[in-house]
């Protein structure tokens, strides 16, 4: 078995988005064989060119764009494989959002049509209004 640098570089290839970016929380996802934090501290701290150096081995793999985003240094990126997955543009767009966005509702509101999402505004507002009335 390779060890977890590896393990998280490969997986952070698999599941990067357009410019090679890609959120912990998916790269966490992608590793359930692994613990949550045990992959997050090898993102954020180990594997993080810009982070503070608190380990004695370390890698550069990975850059911190936002909170919670990362990208994959150019060095580090390959070549796609055939089986790689790739991702379309809503992944990368719940990607770039912060990590307190609960990004469930987002996904499923980016699955609705237009007309479905004015709808379910219509009926919220309608419920607001009804609750205002009381």
């Given amino acids: 078995m390779d060890p977890i640098h ?6 952070a290839r698999r599941v990067a988005g357009p410019g090679w970016t890609f959120a912990v929380v998916d790269l966490i996802d992608s590793l359930p064989h692994l613990n949550p934090a ?5 993102v954020s701290s180990r594997c993080c060119v810009n982070a503070p150096s608190n380990h004695a081995s370390r890698y ?5 764009i936002a909170r919670g985003v990362y990208r994959i240094e150019p060095a580090f990126r390959g070549s796609r494989q ?11 767009l719940l990607a770039m959002m912060p990590s307190s966005i609960d990004r469930t509702l987002l996904a499923d509101s980016l699955k ?5 999402r004015l709808e379910t505004m219509r009926r919220a507002a309608e419920s607001l209004a009804a609750m205002t009335r009381r």
């Fill in 112 to 116: 609705m049509s237009p007309t479905e």
């Fill in 82 to 92: 055939d089986g790689e997955r790739r991702t379309n543009w809503h992944d990368h």
């Fill in 38 to 42: 045990t992959v997050r501290t090898h």
């Fill in 60 to 64: 550069r793999y990975f850059r911190l």
């Fill in 6 to 11: 590896v393990q998280v570089l490969q997986a």
